[in-house]
């Protein structure tokens, strides 16, 4: 089973503040996604990647960066975190042709 | 516009009943649907999946129920558990490889002892 970490898994960030969230994965997956889970919303996508050096915007990807520096790693950044950005958010991963996506355990993001 | 819709949004049974949750979707390519579940403070799993080439999908007590025609699908759960309870999200997405899923809401389940 793919393993999906996530760093870190809590965080209190000011509004207005920089704030990055890593996800590591060691199974060689090609494909990386950051969802964002919200009560009442399920999981929304926000960006995603489908190799290295490439990220595409998914359905929620205002005031969020992607960033895809090899295979095993995928951030996501909050260049000024606002509260509405309140949230857990999950990092998967999923090898092309399979279609299973692998969620790690999650960040809980609080922005005051 | 909403993808993927879920109903109900919260679902309360009997140990030992049959649950069942529904889901519907509006884009008629889509051909994978796969159901997450996701316990408290854990994060979500593949649970079953199904593929249009079916109608039913069974894996011991779960079952997916498909109507292409409709754009509908359902997850019963025979003879539920109270270890069953927990958050049920229906998925779908094209069978390309690239697993970029569109998730419904969820549907919280409590199966009471």
């Known amino acids: 089973e793919a393993a999906v970490t996530q760093s870190p898994r809590n965080k209190v960030a000011v509004t207005g503040g920089k704030v990055t969230l890593s996800c590591n994965q060691t199974?060689?997956?090609?494909?990386m996604y950051w969802y964002r889970q919200d009560t009442g919303h399920g999981l929304r996508l926000i960006h995603y990647?489908?190799?290295?050096?490439?990220?595409e915007k998914g359905d929620i990807p205002d005031g969020y960066k992607a960033s895809r520096p090899s295979q095993e790693n995928f951030s996501l950044i909050l260049e000024l975190a606002t509260p509405s950005q309140t949230s857990v958010y999950f990092c998967?991963?999923?090898?092309?042709?399979?279609?299973?996506?692998?969620f790690g355990a999650g960040t809980r993001l609080s922005v005051l | 516009q909403q993808q993927v819709r879920q109903s109900p949004q919260s679902l309360t049974v009997w140990e030992g009943e049959t649950a069942i949750l529904n889901c519907s979707y509006e884009?008629?390519?889509?051909?994978?649907f796969p159901w997450y579940w996701q316990f408290p403070r854990e994060s979500p799993a593949l649970l079953i999946a199904?593929?249009?080439?079916?109608n039913k999908k069974e894996d011991g007590r779960f079952t997916i129920f498909f109507n292409k025609r409709e754009k509908k699908l359902s997850l019963h759960i025979t003879d539920s558990q109270p270890g069953d309870s927990a958050t049920y999200f229906c998925?779908?997405?094209?069978?390309?490889?690239?697993?970029?899923?569109?998730f419904g809401k969820g549907t919280v389940l409590l199966v009471s002892p």
């Open positions: 998967a991963s999923g090898d092309r042709g399979e279609n299973t996506l692998y």
């Open positions: 990647s489908y190799g290295a050096g490439s990220t």
């Open positions: 199974n060689n997956h090609n494909n």
């Open positions: 998925a779908a997405s094209w069978d390309s490889g690239y697993n970029k899923l569109t």
């Open positions: 199904i593929r249009p080439v079916s």
């Open positions: 884009d008629s390519t889509f051909d994978y």
